[in-house]
């Protein structure tokens, strides 16, 4: 079918590739072509002829794209899509934006600015010529000529134009502009090619990332209000800057959550010129690939090297950089990969200094080289100290992708709308399930094994280990001829494939390695039939194109198969499960204030904590009967035995570190670093016996897990675990994750919840709907805080219809805190304060209720014997006080409510008659204690 096309449509295809002059978009193709090994070499070059007219170029490509049949032929259509021009219009619109600018900037220098256009072959001397005649036209008058000549010309003359702009204007022109174009030209097609396909298909076939990226949800570390929605531009983009002198940017996120892709997609869209145009050069790299970097280079070489190679001045490119590191963007994925951890130890600021990679990177992501120069560096939040954080510019969050999200991505990996919505009614009929697939490797891996989730009817995966059991019988069964046996017979047919692909990874976990060369693969006995399986991937390296390495598909891939290899193998030494689940419980420091800068021990090393928490599942009852065929029964159960020991001891480490209660105050354990995955862990054992003896020992009023990356995923394990408690706690999730799905996750453990207090949190109405619809059946659930959330009018129905329902909720405080409140809802919600007689605490911070919502309030609390604190600021919507609706709500009602004791009504439009009511009211009463 692609073939016919590539007949049919001949004569428009061709129009396409030469329409511009540029030979760009041929040269894309190929590049694409190149990629995903549709085209050799050899083809290359005959394609790609100096010399040779470009439409002769492009009917080569033609012909011999339709000799090679079929598949060569959707792959060069999916490659014209990739290459298509997102806006034609784009940079001459920027002319066009920018005019005034640039009529005052180009107008000192407009002869440096035509010879760049005549250098690069834009502008001809007759075009010259147009623009400066007649000699004695104002100046401002010629700039405007260029820009009008420039336009004419289109996409690549409006290019050089501002390229001349940005760094031209101001300096020595040592280097010429068609050397930096042809650099930028090399560089932007290498990154393109190396960021069109998702890397973790190598194995599965060819994957576009324009067909499968989906936007995840990317925040603001810093609470930041009315942040909004971040898209890629926010990454280098002002908002949310905390230190404007450093460079570098953070992306955090947990292993799968999308990091990489999101990367990938800020290169892909940097070389079409859709992204960050301000930014001349981009140079991407890959910390788990510098680990296999072992001389010593200067950042020159770094940069050059591992990116891109300039053909000719290298120096002067080099120089451009140095004066003009605001037009550099450097990148660094994965950040935790790096065999070293970050220090600001050792420092070196001279470019031209080799010295090991590790020590250049941490001086360039703390500015003492390449000052100036933008780096965004990605890593799991675990493996970021302090002594970095001393030197970011910002930090983001990457949480996976959004319900909407899991939507729009299940759809795009199945174009039939049946199978999409078969996959996703799976799904959502899980909410376990549901939960997992907000991270977008776990949401991959479900849709990849359609099939295998379709045909489990009611026991879809609850737990990551059963997702990646899932793959995993997924990609044998892809592999075995006869495809008939399954369970635990599939798993002992492959036993050696794994074993060795256990070994590998197990071995490389232990030494953070993460690429393997063919000698690698050698001494773990990999043979071909097992490469090919689908869990490795081939890599990518810049640095050595012709030796073959390898990659696992993730590394939560890797993680598993070192966790089958603990399970199965003989050959692991007694200690391996207890050091797995080692952890320095010795500190007592929380969390934001770890220092993880010296990473020693096996257990600090986030890939430990993933395979442990494989090694739980995999050894968990419910999975036994898998391994019955592979190893004996007695050393599955022995390694069993010990996984429950340590982590019941792990458990009892967290709760020795509980201090003792301050004098009237309530018992309270803050979670530290390892709790959370210690009870991700529980949860993938999935036993509850065994969950409740651990728990039998936490005697605390008060859980505190602010900070702790909680997202639906862990609020699953959480309420797991949790709903055995023996008596009933206040849960304290406050600047987390936890979200709708979430709030959904955690009712199961409702009943043992006093209070719940979800501040920043990304809930919405439908959450509050839940939460309340079940809270109404738990006696012992009595407060509830939701301070900064994204909630409505539509939520204080179901607010009220709490308040109305439960006679002995006590806190409502800070329930509608900087959520979007307005004179509606506050009318509503007093329909349920007036029936209710328990209510202590109540606040309203931060919306707009206005004066009738106020007097609305005023009113149903009017005579309330229980209110004894109510936070009252930014009631009022307009700047002008309505001096009735004041003297009616904070006076003459509120105050002389007989237990207030505390009023806070700052940032209110109280003016001085309004203060005058206050001071009446106060005289009255004799309980208030302090007014705000
Ligand atoms: P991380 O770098 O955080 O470990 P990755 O970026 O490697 O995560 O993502 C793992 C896998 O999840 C990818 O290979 C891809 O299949 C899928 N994925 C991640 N983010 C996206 C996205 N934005 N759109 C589509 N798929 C994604």
């Given at each position: 079918m692609a073939q016919d096309l590539v007949l049919k449509q001949r004569s428009e295809i061709l129009c396409g590739l030469c329409a511009s002059g540029s030979p760009e978009p041929l040269e894309r193709v190929l590049d694409v072509l190149l990629a995903c090994g549709e085209f050799s070499w050899e083809d290359y070059h005959n394609v790609r002829v100096q010399g040779r007219p470009l439409h002769a170029n492009a009917r080569h490509l033609l012909d011999l794209v339709y000799a090679k049949g079929e598949a060569a032929c959707q792959a060069f259509t999916e490659a014209i899509r990739e290459v298509r021009p997102e806006d034609p219009g784009r940079v001459t619109g920027m002319l066009l934006t920018r005019r005034p600018t640039l009529v005052a900037e180009l107008q000192s220098c407009m002869d440096g600015a035509l010879e760049a256009l005549l250098e690069s072959g834009c502008f001809t001397h007759e075009d010259c010529g147009d623009v400066r005649l007649p000699i004695h036209t104002p100046s401002q008058q010629v700039a405007r000529r260029l820009l009008d000549h420039v336009s004419s010309k289109g996409e690549s003359a409006a290019n050089v134009v501002l390229l001349f702009k940005s760094f031209f204007t101001s300096i020595l022109v040592y280097l010429s502009i068609t050397e930096l174009l042809i650099y930028q030209k090399k560089l932007r097609s290498s990154v393109s090619a190396q960021s069109s396909f998702l890397n973790t298909y190598g194995g599965t076939g060819h994957m576009l990332l324009d067909d499968i990226y989906t936007e995840g949800q990317l925040e603001l570390a810093q609470d930041c209000k009315d942040q909004g929605h971040l898209g890629l531009e926010d990454i280098i983009g002002t908002a949310g800057n905390v230190n404007q002198e450093a460079d570098t940017v953070l992306i955090s996120g947990d292993a799968g959550s999308g990091k990489s892709t999101l990367l990938q997609r800020l290169h892909l869209l940097w070389a079409r010129g859709a992204t960050l145009p301000e930014f001349v050069l981009l140079f991407p790299f890959s910390c788990r690939k510098l680990n296999s970097e072992l001389n010593e280079l200067s950042v020159q070489k770094l940069l050059f090297h591992h990116c891109c190679w300039p053909d000719r001045d290298q120096d002067e490119i080099f120089r451009f950089i140095l004066d003009h590191p605001h037009l550099v963007v450097i990148t660094f994925d994965g950040l935790d990969e790096l065999k070293q951890s970050f220090s600001d130890e050792r420092r070196v600021c001279c470019p031209t200094e080799p010295a090991p990679v590790h020590v250049l990177l941490f001086n360039l992501l703390q500015g003492s080289l390449l000052k100036g120069v933008r780096k965004v560096v990605t890593s799991r939040p675990e493996a970021v100290g302090s002594t970095l954080r001393k030197h970011l510019r910002k930090e983001l969050f990457l949480k996976g992708f959004s319900p909407d999200g899991i939507n729009c991505f299940v759809k795009k990996q199945h174009h039939d709308l049946s199978v999409a919505s078969k996959v996703l009614a799976s799904i959502q009929a899980n909410t376990a399930l549901f939960g997992l697939c907000h991270s977008p490797v776990l949401c991959w891996i479900v849709s990849q094994c359609h099939k295998e989730l379709l045909g489990c009817g009611d026991g879809t995966p609850q737990t990551i280990t059963d997702v990646y059991l899932m793959i995993l019988q997924h990609f044998l069964q892809h592999q075995n001829a006869s495809k008939c046996s399954e369970g635990a017979t599939l798993l002992q047919e492959h036993l050696g494939g794994i074993l060795h692909l256990g070994q590998l990874a197990f071995q490389g976990v232990e030494a953070s390695c993460y690429v393997f060369a063919g000698t690698d693969l050698e001494t773990c006995c990999v043979t071909d039939k097992e490469i090919c399986a689908g869990f490795l991937t081939q890599s990518k390296e810049m640095s050595f194109p012709q030796s073959l390495r390898y990659e696992f598909l993730h590394v939560t891939m890797q993680c598993f198969f070192a966790a089958l290899y603990i399970v199965l193998s003989n050959n692991t030494d007694r200690s391996t499960v207890a050091k797995l689940f080692e952890a320095d419980f010795s500190s007592t420091c929380f969390w934001s204030c770890l220092s993880v800068d010296h990473r020693q021990g096996l257990a600090e090393n986030p890939n430990s904590q993933i395979t442990a928490t494989f090694v739980s599942g995999l050894l968990s009852q419910r999975h036994r009967h898998l391994w019955l065929h592979c190893t004996p029964t007695t050393t599955v159960e022995k390694k069993a035995r010990q996984v429950v020991r340590c982590l019941h001891n792990g458990m009892q480490e967290h709760f020795k570190s509980i201090p003792p209660p301050v004098q009237c105050e309530k018992k309270s354990m803050h979670a530290m670093p390892g709790f959370v995955w210690l009870i991700k862990c529980i949860y993938e054992m999935r036993e509850s016996n065994m969950a409740e003896e651990v728990l039998s020992q936490l005697e605390v009023d008060h859980l505190k897990m602010t900070y702790c990356n909680i997202g639906p995923v862990e609020c699953t394990a959480l309420a797991y675990v949790l709903k055995h408690l023996r008596s009933p706690v206040g849960i304290e999730l406050d600047n987390n994750s936890v979200g709708d799905v979430g709030v959904e996750q955690l009712l199961p453990c409702l009943h043992i919840c006093k209070s719940l207090y979800l501040r920043n949190n990304n809930i919405t109405d439908e959450g509050i709907r839940k939460l309340v619809a079940k809270g109404i059946q738990c006696d012992n659930f009595q407060k509830i805080a939701l301070f900064n959330n994204r909630l409505t009018d539509a939520c204080t129905q179901h607010v009220s219809h709490l308040l109305k329902t439960k006679q002995n909720f006590l806190s409502l405080r800070f329930v509608l805190g900087n959520n979007n409140i307005t004179s509606e809802g506050a009318k509503q919600l007093a329909k349920g304060l007036e029936c209710n007689h328990s209510l202590t605490h109540l606040g309203l911070w931060g919306n707009k209720i206005g004066d009738s919502g106020a007097e609305a309030i005023a009113g149903a609390l009017e005579?309330?014997?229980?209110?004894?604190?109510l936070r009252y600021y930014f009631l009022f919507a307009g700047p002008v006080v309505s001096l009735a609706s004041l003297r009616k709500c904070s006076t003459l009602q509120l105050i002389p409510l007989p237990l207030l004791h505390c009023t806070r009504l700052t940032e209110n439009c109280i003016t001085r008659e309004g203060v005058d009511c206050l001071v009446q009211a106060l005289e009255r009463n004799k309980r208030i204690k302090s007014v705000w």
């Open positions: 005579g309330s014997k229980t209110l004894a604190w």
